[in-house]
Every structure is written in C-alpha cells, then in structure tokens.
C-alpha cells in the first residue's frame, strides 16, 4: 500500500531512527472527510548515548505542520516509553500497532505485531469506558451536534465490544458495522465524507443515537463481564528482549 508521498517525506526527516509509523484517526477508522488530517503514530529508537548522558532525551516527538497543503500530525514515543503502555491498558498504541496503513517499518515492527496478543487483557475495556464517555460528552455538549464525534462514539464502542468477545482489534468502523450491522451507520459515515469536519445533525435525531449510545454501552459492559481474555498481559519478557536488541542494534 502505498500513500502520499508528503507522508514519507515527513517520516524520513524524523531526528530518531524509526521502529514504526502508522496512520491513525479518521482514516484509520474509515471516515476521512475531504479536509481531514493525517495523524501519524509509532516508536522510535533513542540511542543508548542519549539516554546514559545527563542532557534531557525526547521520550516523545510531536510534529505537527502543513506540509505542502496538507496537515500531517505525528508523534511517536521512545522504545522504553511505547512497550510500557503497551503493557498497561492503552487502547490507543493497540490500534497503532494493529493499524493496516503502515507508512514505515522495520522486520522489528513485525515481532512487535506477534506481541499483541499476549499484551491484550480483559482490563483494556476501560479504556473504551473512558474514551466513550469523554467522545458521548463532546457530542451532547455541542449545538448544534457534529457527525465527527458521534462516529468516534459508534467507533469506540464497538471496537471496544469485538475486542472483549475475540481478542481482535479491529478500529474501522466500516469493517466492524460489517459484523454488528447498526443501521445508521452508512448514513452517518456518508454525511462525514461528503462533508466538511463540522457536519452536524436534526435535534430531532439526538434521542435516537442517545438510546445507541446506552445500549451498546451496557452490550460493552456485558461483553467484558463475561469475557474470555486474560487478566494480566504476558509479553513482558519478550517485550523486554526485543528492547534490549533494538538498543544494542543502535549504539
């Protein structure tokens, strides 16, 4: 697969070797408006001189600029940083990982990919409690109320839900509405990508998506009661190694 050649260029102007880069956000999830922005995310690779010195390392590197007309986002953590939240419940560097539009990678990345399930637990539902909430609150707040992140809502909820009954996971909306087939979800997407990021919607709508909203938020909490997945993540070990070899690998 390839993509804009503006995307390669930005990664390969980053300060630090890269393990990964992949695209994220709207793209990622299957709603790109015309104007939608490319967020961009991975690991890089501190070198060992940096980090045993007593100068400040960048743990974390954000990019963010038009380049060339198009607005590109990108930030990427340390090695160190990255394999400890992907042991803690961060949904959000799963989907990284787990992302199909890969901009860079190394054959790293790809032992990186195999750890994924042994770093999944019963326990990241939390972190679709959180993002739904904070993504449920943006939306109601809002007069009049935008399509964007009421998509972020469907899109979290049942990434959230397929992850606690298979282990999968699975961030586009478009393939998981394919499985949970929610009605209003062509309609919804349609009104994103043939739009402005503002679009919104009739009051008259609000109810209906708010009796969604709450459903499939008791579907999720009944999904993790009666979950398969482990309690604690297992990919430490191996974590670790593959660490190790990154850092010696770039002295």
Known sequence: MTFDQRLYDVVTTQPYPLLFTTISGAHLYGFPSPDSDYDLRGSHILPVR??????????TVDFSDVVNGLEIDLVTHDLAKYF????????????????????HATPEFE???????????????????GFVKT???LFSKENPHRVKPLLYVFRVLLTGIHLMKTGEVESNLVNLNEIYKL????????????????????DDDVSLYESEYLRLTALLESAFNDSQLPEV???????NDLLVRLRLNNL
């Open 135 to 137: 993504e449920w609150r």
């Open 233 to 239: 993540p297992t990919a430490r070990p191996a974590l």
């Open 50 to 59: 940096e980090i045993v010195s007593l100068n400040e390392s960048l743990e």
């Open 111 to 129: 032992e990186l990919r195999a750890l994924v399930p042994a770093c999944i637990t019963r326990h990241h539902v939390h972190h679709y409690f």
């Open 183 to 202: 009605p209003y979800i062509p309609d919804l997407i349609a009104r994103k990508l043939s739009g402005a990021e503002q679009s919104t919607l009739p």
């Open 84 to 103: 400890n939240l992907l042991l803690k419940r961060n949904g959000y560097v799963l989907e990284q990982i787990c992302s199909p539009l890969v901009v």
